[in-house]
């Protein structure tokens, strides 16, 4: 295994790095960095297009002897670069790095889509509108992966699945879930519905559903609004209905990572049912 040293912060290869923190700089090079010892690994495992491993100097034994044998026969094989202290820190985005950092190429089955009639959606799936705090979404995407969703759809105005915080809130689940990112909401919640899909807006309004009296089918899909805002009523008016948890009195709402995971929670408790688990 062949490393490299780099201890100018000014080297080519730390400046490119340093660049992917910044969501202009990932488009660009189509590549993302993943941070921390758990994250790396569950790259490898997942057998993702890793490009470089940079290994902070001052860890350098350590994080050798727990990974050095994922980097083993891995193919392609990527360049793994030992960084100076001030190198390593350029590119990490960590308050207490662990020492280790992947550069990983865009995933294939993170994709935008244009041709909006051409989606079959997967059958346990999960809609996100407007959900703009990298951690919420990473929160999100860990609670939908533990609930059997299989994709997750984004409105394009989301944040970005390639932050450092959507990574780290996702834990390594990221790395096994399928994400479509569209443009034009009302067009695709159209013709999914015309595909005989059902869509709810989790929401509290007028003629909302509690959960605990909505007749869920396979294949239903609950649709998670803006932190603050909720959901644009435009997106609510193409849902089939409105679904709301019941809580306290006195406390205004849940937050939206806690209110998908309740939700999902109640889906995949009821596919257990029909299954007879």
């Not at 202290?85 to 308050?95: A, L």
């Not at 394009?156 to 443009?183: C, E, N, Q, W």
Request: with cysteine; proline share 4%; glycine share 6%.
């Amino acid at each position: 295994m062949e490393i490299k040293v780099i201890t100018s912060r000014q080297n080519a290869t730390v400046v490119w790095a340093s660049s992917l923190k910044e969501k202009k700089y990932r488009e660009k090079h189509a590549a993302f960095l993943a941070e921390g010892v758990k994250l790396v690994k569950e790259a490898f495992t997942s057998r993702l297009p890793v490009t470089h491993v940079f290994i902070s100097e001052d860890k350098k034994t350590d994080i050798l002897e727990e990974l050095a044998p994922l980097f083993e026969g891995f193919e392609p094989a990527p360049e793994i670069v030992v960084l100076s202290s001030p190198c390593f820190e350029k590119i990490s985005t960590e308050k207490a790095p662990q020492g280790v950092i992947a550069a990983i190429k865009y995933l294939d089955f993170f994709k935008r889509i244009d041709k909006i009639n051409s989606v079959d959606l997967s059958p346990h799936a999960l809609y996100l509108s407007s959900v703009r705090d990298p951690s919420n979404l990473g929160a999100i995407i860990r609670s939908a992966a533990a609930f059997g969703v299989e994709e997750i759809v984004l409105s394009a105005d989301s944040a970005d699945v390639y932050h450092p915080k959507t990574l780290r809130a996702a834990m390594g689940t990221l790395f096994r879930i399928s994400v479509l990112i569209v443009s034009d909401e009302l067009a695709f919640l159209e013709a999914q519905r015309a595909k005989g899909r059902r869509f709810f807006a989790a929401e509290l309004r007028e003629n909302a559903i509690p959960l605990s009296s909505l007749s869920l089918r396979d294949g239903d899909v609950f649709v998670i609004g803006n932190e603050g805002h909720g959901i644009s009523p435009a997106v609510s008016s193409a849902c089939c209905g409105s679904v709301y948890i019941p809580i306290a009195a006195g406390v205004e709402s849940l937050n939206a990572s806690v209110a998908a995971s309740v939700l999902l929670w109640e889906q995949y408790k009821k596919r257990g049912e029909a299954d007879g688990v």
